[in-house]
């Protein structure tokens, strides 16, 4: 017996998930070309032909078109730092990851702008976008917490960089 899950889409929600991207495109060219915050829904709606209400039905806000971008945007650089990271484990795979989201970020700069900063006023993402962006670097899968075993992220001061004001309880 089929389930909902396993049913293809229907023409209806084709049609939809087309508009929808269309949607998403023509907001990412309008980002790009006029900056983050010239982003409306009215204009989005131009771009592709038809009435500023029409899109409301696909997108009830701007942040809502703001947040469907930020799902995209999160999707695309996932996938680039998945793909530089490959094999690579530990500090190898930090720095390819690393690496891949500034390249990303260089190649993408509104999305970026949209995922790193907060260029828009009042807009959060979503709960589901907020905790897969919070889950950014161990979705490769080839991250430990302590990629360096025992060693510390910061460096450590030594006798001679310790202030005399300083804990005495640094460790050494």
């Not at 703001?66 to 999707?75: N, V």
């Not at 650089?77 to 490959?86: N, T």
Request: net charge positive.
């Amino acid at each position: 017996m089929a389930t909902e899950q396993s049913l293809p889409p229907t023409r209806i929600e084709r049609r939809r998930a087309a508009v929808r991207d269309e949607a998403l495109d023509h907001a990412l060219a309008l980002m790009t070309e006029e900056g983050v915050g010239a982003l409306t829904v009215t204009e989005v709606a131009r771009r592709m032909g038809i009435r500023g209400p029409s899109l409301y039905k696909y997108f009830p806000s701007r942040h809502a078109l703001y947040d469907a971008l930020f799902a995209r945007g999160l999707a695309t650089q996932q996938a680039a730092v998945r793909a530089a990271v490959g094999d690579a484990r530990g500090v190898a795979a930090l720095r390819a990851g690393g690496r891949a989201v500034v390249r990303w970020a260089v190649e993408h700069p509104a999305l970026a702008q949209l995922l790193h900063w907060r260029p828009v006023p009042g807009f959060e993402p979503s709960p589901p976008c907020s905790s897969r962006r919070s889950r950014r670097w161990p979705t490769c899968g080839r991250c430990s917490p302590n990629p360096c075993g025992s060693a510390s992220w910061r460096r450590r001061p030594t006798p001679t960089s310790r202030s005399a004001s300083g804990p005495s309880s640094w460790a050494g």
